[in-house]
Each structure stands twice: as C-alpha cells, then as structure tokens.
C-alpha cells in the first residue's frame, strides 16, 4: 500500500481536539518568526486534512496545498466548503515527482511530513525551485525519538531529526537559518507510560 492509500485509511479518524490545539501552535510558531504575511502566498507540502492551514490561512493571501491522500483532501475540502473559505486551492499531487507551473511563492511550509520523505536534502531543493528570492520555508516536525511515535512503522522514514541533521539540510541547500526551536511536545501513551515528543520548527530563507 502507497503512502497516499494509507492515509486515506486514517483520514476520518485524523482530526482530533489535540490536532487542532498543535496546529494552532504551529501556526502562532511560524507567524511569530516571520514578517508580515498578510499579502504572502503559501505552499503547502503533505497539508492532509488542513488541520494547518484552515487556521493559517487567516493570515496569508493564498494558500496552495498538497497531499497524495485523496481521504486526507476530501476531508480538507469539506472543511474548506463548510467555513465558506475561498483562499485554499488543494491538489492532490506529488510535487517530488509531478512539475507544478507556480513558482513564486512566498513561503512554503510542511508539517509532520518530512520524516515520510526518504531524501529530506533532495526534497528541500525541490521546495526551494518553488521560493521567490526572499521567500522561506518552515519545517514543523518531530525531533528525534526512539521509533515509539508511530505504532506502526511503515512508510516511516526517519525517526524524527535532531538539530544537526536539520542544520547540514541548510547547510547542504544553501539555504539561511532565521529560526530554529523546540515549538511544542507531544504526549503518547507508551508502555503505560506518558512518553514525551518534543517537535522542532527550523525557518529559513532564500537569499
Ligand atoms: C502526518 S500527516 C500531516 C498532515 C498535516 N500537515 C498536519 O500537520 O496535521 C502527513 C501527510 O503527508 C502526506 N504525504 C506524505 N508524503 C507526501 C508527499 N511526497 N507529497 C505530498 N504529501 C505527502 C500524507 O499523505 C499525509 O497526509
């Protein structure tokens, strides 16, 4: 099963209180560190239902998003059609493999994706071609941890980054630190145990 189909198998389940409550952190995160983005227009990479970027787009001019779940977007779109929001686009599409003809956007971001992604070096290049200069992107997603999070490993690639990793993918695609930060963690029930996961926000810049 591809990566798309098995989140079409979790996408009804997906959306839950403590989703919406990281994704509100998420987004205040990446306000905090940027400049004005009222006039910005946004990319989004592995959006699933848009847990993000219903509550980002409030604060940006456009948002473009993908996701190669069908289930993820169909439910995405549901909540874009009920809150009446008309700077959403979403398409189902692998931006990694597939050419997209826009390639002036302000920012692009991506949250809790990239350690679905085998090759996050070659992925941040493919992102960058999408920047204007001046653009940034911002990375949300989980720091390294023992392989515990998920309870199911398939399509796993990385068992979170931890901070030198993510500064050699700058280092390695030239592109600018502004930020980087320990945002929120995560709590699991593991072994009886609440078991913590801390998740890190690295924002950079195309100069
Ligand atoms: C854990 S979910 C994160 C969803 C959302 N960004 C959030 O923060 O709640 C990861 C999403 O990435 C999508 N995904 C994985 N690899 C992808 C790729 N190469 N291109 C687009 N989407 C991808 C999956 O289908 C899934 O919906």
Request: hydrophobic share 35%; net charge negative.
């Amino acid at each position: 099963m591809d990566i798309g189909k098995r989140f079409d198998t979790v996408a009804n389940r997906y959306d839950t209180p403590d989703k919406e409550e990281r994704s509100r952190i998420f987004v205040n995160s990446i306000l905090q560190h940027l400049p004005d983005t009222s006039d910005f227009k946004v990319m989004d990479i592995g959006a699933g239902t848009g847990t993000v970027d219903m509550i980002l787009s409030d604060h940006v001019r456009e948002i473009v998003a993908f996701d190669l779940s069908q289930g993820m977007l169909d439910v995405f779109r549901q909540k874009i059609e009920r809150s009446g929001k008309n700077n959403i686009r979403i398409y189902k599409k692998d931006i990694f493999s597939e050419d997209f003809p826009e390639k002036d956007f302000d920012l692009v971001i991506t949250s809790m994706t990239f350690h679905h992604l085998k090759d996050p070096v070659s992925a941040l290049n493919r992102l960058k071609g999408y920047l204007k200069k001046g653009g940034y992107i911002a990375i949300i997603d989980l720091y390294r941890e023992d392989g515990s999070f998920h309870s199911d490993n398939t399509d796993v690639f990385h068992f979170g980054f931890d901070r030198e990793e993510v500064k050699n993918w700058l280092k390695e695609t030239s592109l600018e630190e502004v930020y980087y930060g320990i945002i929120h963690t995560l709590q699991k029930e593991r072994e009886g145990q609440k078991k913590d996961y801390p998740i890190f926000l690295i924002i950079a810049i195309k100069n």
